[in-house]
Structures are given as structure tokens and as C-alpha cells.
């Protein structure tokens, strides 16, 4: 377990926050970061739908983007998310400079970061609850 989560942080998809959420984690609710994982890939799904949506448009409404990219940061940030963190600061920079080319492209790559994500913590919490709350992991140095 400790060697896997280690791997998350060394390999960059995640960051302190992820930690100060397990900090919070007790034996009166021993899922809770899972639950709190389970629900910001709920609300991101919805998020990436309504980015996919509005970067088919011809004209593309940088603002619109914007907003979106700064809702989709901001619980990415909470939940520790350090590349698609910093997809969506790169995101939200091309549209500061309307640079329609790098927000697709950078779209495309976040689309990618979150996927990888959402893969490598499923798997980290299925372990999690195979190893039971007596084997919880260490924190990572």
C-alpha cells in the first residue's frame, strides 16, 4: 500500500492535499476519501461534458471556458489532483492569451491526466479496502 501511494506522488498525480484528506479519515469513517475521490470524479464528469460541449462550438467563448476550467482546478485542488491541477492552469492560460489550438490540445491531454487518475485511485482504494483499516498506509516521505 505505502509503496503504491509513494508511486502516486513520485510520478506526480498527486499532492499534500490528498494527505491532509487522509489526515481527516478516522475509524468512524474509514472511506472517507474514497467517498470524497467517488464524488470528484462524479462532478468532473459533469465538468469535462460541459468543456467537451462548449470547445465544439466554432467560435469558442474563452470566458465561458475559463469559468469552467476554474470550477474544474478548484476540485482538483481539493482532492490533491496535481496534474489535472496543472492541465487546468495550462488550460486556463491559453485562454487568458485566446489560443483556441492549445486549449484543445491541452484539453485533450487533461481529458487524458484525468482518466489516468481515476484509474490509478481505484485501483489504490480496492488495495485500500482489501488491506483493511488495521494495514491503512503510511504517509509517504
Not at 510520478?11 to 492535499?17: E, I, N
Not at 489532483?81 to 486549449?103: L, W
Amino acid at each position: 500500500m505505502q509503496s503504491m501511494k509513494q508511486s502516486l506522488f513520485d510520478q506526480g498525480f498527486l499532492d499534500d492535499q490528498f494527505e491532509q484528506l487522509e489526515d481527516l479519515q478516522d475509524d468512524a469513517n474509514p472511506n472517507f476519501v474514497e467517498e470524497v475521490a467517488a464524488l470528484y470524479f462524479r462532478d468532473s464528469a459533469r465538468l469535462l461534458h460541459n468543456l467537451e460541449q462548449a470547445m465544439q462550438k466554432k467560435a469558442l467563448d474563452f470566458g465561458r471556458l475559463d469559468g469552467y476550467m476554474h470550477q474544474f482546478k478548484g476540485s482538483s485542488s481539493s482532492i490533491g489532483a496535481r496534474k489535472v491541477k496543472m492541465e487546468c492552469t495550462q488550460f486556463s492560460d491559453h485562454c487568458r492569451m485566446g489560443n483556441a489550438e492549445g486549449c484543445k490540445r491541452t484539453f485533450q491531454q487533461l481529458k487524458k491526466e484525468h482518466s489516468t487518475l481515476k484509474k490509478k485511485l481505484q485501483l489504490y482504494f480496492q488495495f485500500a479496502r482489501q488491506a483493511g483499516p488495521s494495514n491503512k498506509a503510511c504517509r509517504p516521505k
